[in-house]
């Protein structure tokens, strides 16, 4: 199995270098690194251009368009490899994860799974991991994220990679979007890999309120996507058999209305809290798009102000009870 791993990267002058340095030094090094630097400003691309001259298996690229997913758009056109990674551009590479995931029966599979660990306040964690094909956990739980999904590369072309219209929660939706393309999927869950940053406007951030116009336009784009039940874009071969397609696009948009709820409790726990200068906005926004997009039963509603009222009172493992809710365990 040959890998490429792609990273993207924006101002992480100091970072980046830490970064490539756990990839290139892993027990099995990927066949090629490709950088895409996302027009930085802090020396970061000159950084780069000096640290691949003595690497020939690794490759320097430039996109313009802002945004981590045009960036890794750019580096997955280049790749040449038949599996394809993306690693963040100042977390830690696991030095068994080449050599662990190269060891797997991949043949046949889309996409390999495997858990992560979070370094959170100075500790790593290990993130939540539920190995199931169902959609409803990735809208709720967020299982698959960027580092725990190797792809077959033409697999990822041919849902039409990532998505640049999501400016954040990119992984979410790519993630619910694997989902629904039916895929063969290797679940690996007996260790976590990496150590990944906890950033602030990452789905396990602190603060979701300050780019709530971005978060706003992710929900836009996967809701479209149920509503419309067709994914864009569509390869030829998914127009052609469209049986590969998740049959009940419509029961999701229940679990996407409690996603949304969970989330709306979390800014107004925000805002309770004084964490954000833009919570009463974000919340204004956030349940304008709630009342817009969904037309939830008395008891859907009913569910979504008890998970949205818990979650802002600081509830914790509110999707938990969602997914038990959409499963009929309640």
């Known amino acids: 199995m040959e890998i490429t791993v792609i990273v993207p990267v924006k101002n992480r002058r100091d970072h980046i270098g830490k970064t ?36 020939p298996n690794v490759t320097l690229l430039r996109e313009t368009f802002p945004g981590a997913a045009a960036a890794r758009n750019k580096g997955l056109k280049s790749c040449k490899t038949e599996w394809v990674y993306f690693f963040d551009s100042d977390d830690e590479f696991d030095y068994n994860f080449i050599s662990t995931v ?5 043949d046949g599979y889309d996409m390999i799974a495997t858990p992560t660990r979070m370094r959170v306040k100075g500790k790593d964690v290990v993130r939540t991991f539920i190995p199931s094909d169902d959609p409803r956990v990735q809208i709720l739980g967020s299982v698959l994220v960027t580092t725990s999904m190797l792809f077959r590369t033409s ?66 784009v996967a809701v479209s996507n149920l509503h419309s039940s067709i994914l864009q874009p569509l390869s030829r071969y998914h127009a052609q058999h469209l049986t590969c397609l998740y049959p009940h696009l419509d029961l999701l948009m229940f679990p996407l ?21 833009h919570h009463k906005m974000a919340v204004k926004s956030l349940t304008i798009f709630l009342h817009d997009h969904f037309h939830p039963t008395f008891s859907q509603r009913c569910a979504g102000n008890i998970l949205q009222f818990y979650t802002m009172l600081g509830g914790k493992g509110a999707w938990r009870v969602a997914l038990a809710i959409c499963k009929g365990r309640f």
């Not at 950088?35 to 251009?49: A, L, M, P």
């Not at 219209?165 to 063969?184: A, K, Q, S």
């Not at 979390?266 to 309770?272: A, G, I, S």
Request: glycine letters at 6%; proline letters at 4%.
């Open 20 to 55: 490539l340095d756990t990839i290139m030094r892993s027990g099995v090094a990927p066949k090629e690194v490709i950088i895409v630097d996302n027009e930085s400003t802090d020396g970061t691309y000159q950084f780069c251009e000096q640290y691949i001259k003595s690497r």
């Open 155 to 220: 697999f990822l072309k041919d849902i039409g990679a990532w998505n640049v219209e999501c400016r954040i929660w990119n992984d979410w939706e790519l993630g619910l979007r694997v989902m629904l393309h039916c895929p063969n999927i290797l679940w690996y869950s007996d260790k976590p890999f990496h150590s990944i940053k906890v950033h602030p406007d990452s789905i396990t951030g602190d603060c979701f309120s300050k780019s709530y116009k971005q978060l706003i336009r992710t929900l836009t």
């Open 102 to 106: 190269q060891r797997l029966p991949s």
């Open 257 to 277: 209305y409690l996603r949304v709820c969970i989330l709306l409790g979390r800014m107004r726990n925000e805002k309770l809290l004084g964490k954000s200068k």
